[in-house]
């Protein structure tokens, strides 16, 4: 029996932020997906934004700098960057996603731009068609 072939899995912001401050909240499935050294991890530079929004807003709190915490967590973590190209700008005119939210949109569309397996714990982004989904559930 031979092992599962390497997966470049692109990481939702709350995902990314759960592996590190919480991951008792993805399933063991996910979990155990995500620790597979055979895998590679990637980031869009949208869930970086998120997430210094996020701390500016109170909304999660980390226990250093936001710019500390996200340069340890990227190196410890060993994630790729998925850039914001013009590619990923085309692929969001070109989704069917049940919401607006631009971040959204642009982590969806870097994962279509790329061929990335987008790892999400969003029910709007799972039901999107046009990309490969990893659901934390």
């Given at each position: 029996?031979?092992?599962?072939?390497?997966m470049k899995l692109l990481?939702?912001t709350h995902i990314w932020?759960?592996?590190?401050?919480?991951?008792?909240?993805?399933?063991?499935?996910?979990?155990?997906?995500?620790?597979?050294?055979?895998?590679?991890?990637?980031?869009?530079?949208?869930?970086?934004?998120?997430?210094?929004?996020?701390?500016?807003?109170?909304?999660?709190?980390?226990?250093?700098?936001?710019?500390?915490?996200?340069?340890?967590?990227?190196?410890?973590?060993?994630?790729?960057?998925?850039?914001?190209?013009?590619?990923?700008?085309?692929?969001?005119?070109?989704?069917?996603?049940?919401?607006?939210?631009?971040?959204?949109?642009?982590?969806?569309?870097?994962?279509?731009?790329?061929d990335l397996t987008l790892?999400?714990?969003?029910?709007?982004?799972?039901?999107?068609?046009?990309?490969?989904?990893?659901?934390?559930?």
């Amino acid at each position: 029996m031979g092992r599962n072939p390497l997966m470049k899995l692109l990481l939702d912001t709350h995902i990314w932020i759960w592996m590190v401050l919480q991951p008792t909240r993805l399933s063991r499935r996910v979990a155990r997906v995500l620790d597979d050294p055979e895998n590679q991890l990637w980031l869009s530079p949208i869930s970086i934004w998120e997430l210094l929004m996020l701390t500016r807003k109170g909304r999660v709190q980390l226990n250093e700098d936001p710019v500390l915490w996200t340069r340890r967590t990227l190196e410890q973590l060993q994630l790729h960057e998925a850039p914001l190209t013009n590619e990923v700008a085309l692929e969001t005119s070109i989704l069917t996603l049940a919401h607006s939210d631009p971040s959204d949109r642009l982590i969806a569309a870097s994962a279509k731009a790329f061929d990335l397996t987008l790892v999400t714990a969003d029910e709007k982004l799972i039901a999107a068609p046009e990309i490969k989904v990893l659901a934390n559930r």
